[in-house]
Nanobody, 119 residues
Framework: QVQLVESGGGLVQPGGSLRLSCAAS????????MSWYRQAPGKERELVAI???????HYADSVKGRFTISRDNAENTVYLQMNSLKPEDTGVYYC?????????????WGQGTQVTVSS
């Protein structure tokens, strides 16, 4: 079984920065895509960024040029560096990780971390 633990959220002023982390732990698995989603109050969860096992990345238009997704394969960890934060970036951020274990594919979500951008 794979467990995901997120960290790094908080309150930041507009224009500030935050770095989110999501670490996967367990045994007998290999990680595929790693991604970050967010959900603002009253809105549906949306994809923010995704990084493949080969390092290819894709970003939502709203965060391009401000957010950077990266991964540390040795540590089974995905990061989201968020710069030039705006109030509309406020929401609960969730990591989502896909992995292969014993010939089958699985997806799992982190517990979510609150990001609030406000002056």
């Amino acid at each position: 079984q794979v467990q995901l633990v997120e960290s790094g959220g908080g309150l930041v002023q507009p224009g500030g920065s935050l770095r989110l982390s999501c670490a996967a732990s367990g045994s007998g698995f290999s990680i595929n895509d790693m991604s970050w989603y967010r959900q603002a109050p009253g809105k549906e969860r949306e994809l923010v960024a995704i990084i493949s096992s080969g390092g290819s990345t894709h970003y939502a238009d709203s965060v391009k040029g401000r957010f950077t997704i990266s991964r540390d394969n040795a540590e089974n960890t995905v990061y989201l560096q968020m710069n030039s934060l705006k109030p509309e970036d406020t929401g609960v951020y969730y990591c989502k990780i896909g992995w292969k274990s014993r010939g089958s594919y699985f997806n799992g979500w982190g517990q979510g971390t609150q990001v609030t951008v406000s002056s």
